[in-house]
């Protein structure tokens, strides 16, 4: 049984105890995000106007707060205090939904305030995380760990949402954000435990909002593979906008088969983060990445192609996420890593602030193109447009060096094949 434990989790008790309650929480995560909509629908009789604007106002902190709180966080003494704060924010207005309902005064209002806030505290915590978890594992461990960190994303993703529905249909969904409040207070406490020393805050004079915005655009690789990421998120957040609709009015897939293609698919998300490393390690950093950006976005043409009969409908769609899925989380896990090296400390926070605005800014359009384009030229051209517009992301890495990229060096930088150092591709800046 220990040699089954990742040698990670066994030697390293602070990323050990980051990891599990990182697992906890994703999955309360899971749960919530199928019983907070069915809360608004099934409790509180929202329409589809009202749902929009609830998920609307859950992506809004992100484009509002996230180069702020970047800044204010890179000038904190402890980042880890921060994830604390934020995860016990977060536990205190999900448990305060499940009570205002017993009391009688959950309204649409209140549960679009709490999705505001609950948003703006997961921005909070994610420009900190990053310090964190540089400060939990060293350079040589990075792809590993994240490795870790997402495979239980992964993880929960396919077993968080069947739980929550089961939840639901059990003890109403109430009950089941309940569950996640639960979650964040104990990942709150086993971040405490993951107790490190971390870099020193940034001090007055290094810079404002904008020293991540100019750090990423003097550092080529970085750009590259930020605007790859962007683009790749445009279109995917387009496709995946329009599956129900496209599944049911044009493959003629009731909601159970959908189900159970895209929960069969999502099993492909958790290969891809077991085999992330590996993939790394035989090709290079650099190359695994470049790989992932297609294979990502590949095989969802699998969907528009699809002909039927509904059998083979539900097949080709259950391979395109299964598929799609694996390329996905080895990009996922190139990417953390990348940026793990390439980021120095005390521009981190700020930095993920720039990051989180254009990758989660970028997600809106792509739902709203999607949906317009999809009524001006009808759906199955929409998702051709959107599986293959996908690719386009690798176009912004195939003239960049990233492929020289073998791996992140002890000294946390980049390992850079052919030369001992790049000009592209910037040591951590003390």
Not at 259 to 284: D, F, N, P, T, Y
Request: glycine share 10%.
């Amino acid at each position: 049984m220990r040699r089954r434990i990742p040698k990670l989790l066994q030697v390293n008790r602070p990323f050990r105890n980051y990891w599990t309650g990182q697992t906890i929480s994703l999955f309360g995560d899971q749960i919530a995000l199928l019983a907070i909509p069915l809360l608004a629908v099934l409790t509180l009789h929202a329409n589809a106007q009202q749902m929009g604007f609830l998920a609307a106002v859950e992506l809004a902190p992100s484009l509002l707060f996230a180069f702020h709180l970047g800044a204010w966080a890179d000038r904190r003494r402890s980042r880890r205090s921060l994830l604390i704060t934020a995860d016990l924010g977060r536990a205190v207005l999900l448990l305060g939904l499940p009570l205002a309902a017993v009391f009688g005064v959950l309204t649409l209002p209140v549960l679009y305030v709490v999705a505001f806030l609950t948003g703006t505290l997961g921005i909070l915590f994610m420009v900190a995380e990053q310090t964190v978890f540089t400060s939990l594992v060293r350079p040589r461990e990075y792809v590993e760990a994240n490795s870790l960190l997402i495979g239980s994303r992964s993880l929960a993703v396919v077993g968080g949402k069947t739980l929550g529905g089961l939840l639901v249909a059990a003890a109403t969904a109430p009950v089941a954000i309940a569950i996640d409040g639960v979650s964040f207070i104990l990942s709150a406490l086993f971040v405490h435990r993951a107790e490190v020393p971390e870099p020193p805050a940034a001090s007055p004079d290094s810079g404002g909002l904008a020293a991540g915005v100019r750090f990423i655009r003097r550092t080529p690789l970085l750009q590259a593979s930020l605007l790859g990421a962007a683009t790749f998120n445009l279109f995917n957040t387009a496709f995946w906008a329009l599956i129900v609709l496209f599944a049911t009015q044009e493959l003629h897939l009731g909601s159970g088969a959908i189900g159970v293609a895209l929960g069969v698919g999502a099993l492909g998300s958790v290969l891809g983060s077991a085999v992330a490393r590996s993939v790394a390690a035989r090709i290079g950093l650099g190359n695994a990445m470049i790989l992932s950006f297609i294979l990502a976005p590949l095989p969802l043409v699998l969907v528009p192609l699809s002909p039927g009969p509904p059998a083979l409908s539900m097949v080709l769609l259950a391979c395109a996420e299964f598929f799609s899925g694996i390329g996905v989380m080895v990009l996922d896990v190139g990417l953390y890593s990348f940026q793990a090296a390439v980021i120095p400390d005390g521009l981190r926070s700020r930095v993920w602030g720039a990051i989180l605005f254009v990758n989660w800014g970028i997600r809106p359009i792509g739902a709203l193109g999607g949906g317009l384009l999809a009524g001006a030229i009808g759906l199955r051209p929409t998702m051709w447009i959107a599986a293959i517009g996908g690719l386009a992301g690798v176009l912004w890495l195939l003239p960049s060096r990233m492929s020289r990229v073998r791996d992140v060096s002890d000294d946390g930088g980049l390992a850079v094949s052919g030369a001992a150092a790049e000009p592209d591709v910037p040591l951590p800046i003390p």
